[in-house]
């Protein structure tokens, strides 16, 4: 049972956190509104022709499972290195919940602010651009999937970040890098499979192409094999988490912070 207050307690933080700073919420959202229009505006002058047929409706899709990605990947990583900074680190791995259950519903609850604040942007992105997006529910199941991609790699970012005070750098690196491979083909580029949402992009694109049902979905390759690897990413992650936060303590590196 305390562990079902604890995950409450840690999203009325998170959610306070938020009201507590608007400014800081509300020019959040502004940012990723603004880098969608420029984009938008870029493309439209220097490659019209990307627009043609659901040119515009791919863009938007393509930009939103992007800001999942970029929005949840360094969540772990930030936390830790945050906790570190204001000294409150060794204080958590000493809690009767245990640290790794704090980093859980830490991601989670997360997750769920962050999928807030993604429907706000994609409303403010489709009201600017007069182009809506026809909602499938099948879009849950995938990003749902494609998630355990991103937190495996988060914990690996998180684990890296016990051992090294300071990865801003690594993280930023590693998310503009995870964003320029998920725009190649798999077929050119066979390792895309361990990097976050390899599937699930191209899942949306084939849901709205072949209107799947979702016994239709689940039995497809492509979402067998993305499950298998989302999974397969989120235990290493996991493994590594747990190795790294070992090291931490076993060198002391904890009580030092």
């Known amino acids: 049972m305390r562990y079902v207050r604890f995950f409450i307690f840690s999203f009325y933080k998170e959610l306070l956190n938020k009201i507590r ?16 229009l420029l984009l938008f ?3 439209n002058i220097f490659g019209p022709s990307l627009f043609e047929g659901d040119g515009q409706v791919n863009l938007i899709k393509g930009y939103i499972l992007w800001f999942m990605v970029m929005a949840n990947l360094q969540e772990i990583s930030d936390f830790i290195s945050e906790e570190t900074k204001i000294g409150t680190i060794s ?12 980093v859980f519903a830490k991601v989670i609850n997360k997750f769920i602010i962050i999928s807030l604040e993604l429907v706000i942007i994609l409303f403010a992105i489709m009201l600017s651009i007069d182009k809506y997006v026809v909602f499938n529910k099948l879009y849950v199941v995938v990003v749902l999937v494609s998630m355990l991609s991103i937190w495996g790699w988060a914990l690996i970012l998180g684990g890296i970040s016990l051992l090294i ?10 998310s503009i890098t995870f964003s320029l491979i998920a725009v190649i083909p798999k077929e050119k580029f066979y390792l895309k499979i361990i990097f976050p949402f390899s599937y699930g992009m191209d899942l949306i694109y084939s849901i709205d192409a072949n209107m799947y049902s979702i016994m239709q ?10 499950t298998i690897s989302s999974l397969a990413i989120l235990l290493f992650g996991l ?6 936060k070992k090291t931490a303590i076993r060198k002391g590196i904890i009580g030092y912070y």
């Open 21 to 36: 700073y608007p400014i800081n919420t509300v020019f959040g959202i502004i940012g990723w509104w603004v880098i969608f």
């Open 217 to 226: 979905l689940i039995r497809t390759r492509e979402f067998i094999m993305g």
């Open 91 to 102: 204080f958590l791995f000493v809690q009767p919940i245990g640290f790794s259950w704090i």
């Open 239 to 244: 493994f590594v988490f747990s190795l790294c």
């Open 41 to 43: 505006l870029g493309i």
């Open 165 to 174: 005070q300071k990865i801003d750098s690594i993280v930023s690196i590693i």
